[in-house]
């Protein structure tokens, strides 16, 4: 890895420029201490002509140098190039591809975050930034746990730290694209999203996840039951989930329940791309029964809420900040908390 910058500023590069790639990439780049070095594209598609437009370099793989110059587009080097540049890579390759990149990034000596498709073994923590920010502290290679998990251990933590999560059982209902037929997926228990948020939180009870997927998109939704450690009322478990800076508990009389309600509502409210980082919890749905046995339904918007963990997690990594300093900054910039 190279020196750092004279101005101190943290140098990324966004290795993929999807979904999660590109939103990460805007994040970093809207950064005051850091300095995006440019982006990963494989093709020369229209959302590379609007990176272009964004002002962002872009970086090839090795062979694909033909296919951006028959299209007359400019590109700022190949892959390599743009880890040797960067102090630390945020991978949003397609899934399993982050797996094939990291021992590019060892022999680079760079160190890189990967998201959620890649197996807990690529790297040597899983990361959710209210959860465990201090165990990617100084880490070379860090997981940003999926999207649905990420909302998953946002909700958990404060809920295990204040009562104890002696046991949950989720049903997810993931949107997997308008095509898409109803399904179990998987059909066999647990999906991988309770493994991942005990790899994150590990002494929460047992969490057992059953995973759907519908015709739809950009919205997930899970249905919660979650056995306290202690009796709460509602109006407790709602206070203290309000009080965390990326849930959002809607409001009731706004007469939101779907997911193109939310849509409308990131609109509304001036989100780019229709944005919303925070976890979106039902107010009217959040019920306890039994004393300890909590009830809520929430949202999770897949393509952006694991962003702000990507930014956090690279402070993490080259130690600049702790979860505190980092969490502030990148909800004050980022504009979370503030719908």
Known sequence: MGLRSTTGMIRVGVNGYGTIGKRVADAVNSMPDMELVGIGKASPNHTADAAADRGYDIYVPDGRHDRWEDVGMDVAGDIHDLIDASDIVADATPAGMGAEYRPIYEEHDTPALFQGGEGADVADASFTARANYDEATDKDYVRIVSCNTTGLNRMFAPLHEEYGVDRASITLVRCRGEHAVTSADPVTLPSHHGPDALEVIPDMGPITTMGMKVPTVRHHFHGINVELGEDVSAEEVRDLLASQSRIHVIDGDLGIDSGWELQEFALDRGRD????????????????????QLHLFQSIHRE?????????????????????????????????GEI
């Open 273 to 292: 791309r229709m944005n919303l980082y925070e976890n979106q919890i039902f107010e009217d749905s959040i019920t306890v029964e039994q004393g300890n």
């Open 304 to 336: 952006s809420d694991v962003v702000p963990e990507n930014v956090d997690a690279i402070r993490a990594m080259m130690g600049d900040a702790d979860a505190e300093e980092s969490i502030e900054l990148t909800n004050e910039v980022m504009g979370i």
